[in-house]
């Protein structure tokens, strides 16, 4: 998850909620990972690293992994280039200095990429990166699709026309999911058309359980990771749901919790990007 920061938010209680979830939500995680014994791995931006120092100092005395998340979680696709490297590069800087490593994942801000985003992650020493080409199988990055957009001034002919595949790069992929995410169903934010926030976590429970179940028996191997953020997840009807999916995955043959730099690599082994061989999608 990502640790309250705002950008441009225009009203206090956004702020507040903000600094609800770093005062408040992300204790109250860090206790529930610690009663499981999990690592996880946190993407915080920038301006939360140097906002609330000490729960992220706290996060990374517990042995959590930190991956990069943009700086004010900035939208990719609004920067220019020399915007979204100048973030990036501060992002590195920020969690060098805090967990004593540079970053190995970045999730981009929205889970939205630009084109230049790939060759940036690749330039500063990235393993992997979000997209939604699948959901619960690692893969590598596709870069460079291109597609002709509608335009009802031109004739049809000139826009009907298949989009064009890019290519694979050597970037671990690990898939971005709305369908597992805590926040679009449970989070209340003004102004948003399509804010919820009032929606029974015991809803959202079933859903996740019912993906896990499917993914548990059709594939031998997934990664099935859901994304919280301690604005949501650290309130408690949230809380309760998560002890209860953490107990039912749990109680499953070889499934075994990790971090997503321990997913990247255990991908990377399985299925060099120098080889030909690759998961069968399912």
Known sequence: GWIGSYGGADSPSDIQRGIFASEVGVP???RLFKKYDLKTTFFIPGHSIETFPDQCRQIVDEGHEIGAHGYTHENPVAMTPTQEEAVLVKSVEL????????????????WEMSESTASLLQKYGFKYHSQGYRDFQPFYSRV?????????????????KPLKHGKEIDL?????????????????????????????????????????????REMDYAAFCFT??????????????LERLIEYVSGHEGVRWATFEDIASDFRQRYPFEGKERPPVI
């Open 28 to 30: 109250r995680l860090l």
């Open 95 to 110: 969690i060098e200095k805090l967990s004593g490593k540079a970053p190995r994942g970045y999730v981009a801000p929205w």
């Open 172 to 216: 671990v992929e690990i898939g971005a999911n709305w369908y597992v995410d805590d926040l679009p169903p449970m989070m209340f934010i003004k102004k948003a058309p399509n804010s919820h926030g009032f929606v029974n976590p015991r809803d959202i429970e079933s859903l996740w359980r019912d993906q896990f179940d499917w993914v548990y």
């Open 144 to 160: 460079g699709d291109s597609w002709t957009l509608i335009d009802y001034s031109k004739k049809a002919e000139e826009w009907m």
């Open 228 to 241: 919280i953020h301690p604005d949501v997840s650290g309130r408690p009807q949230v809380l309760l749901m």
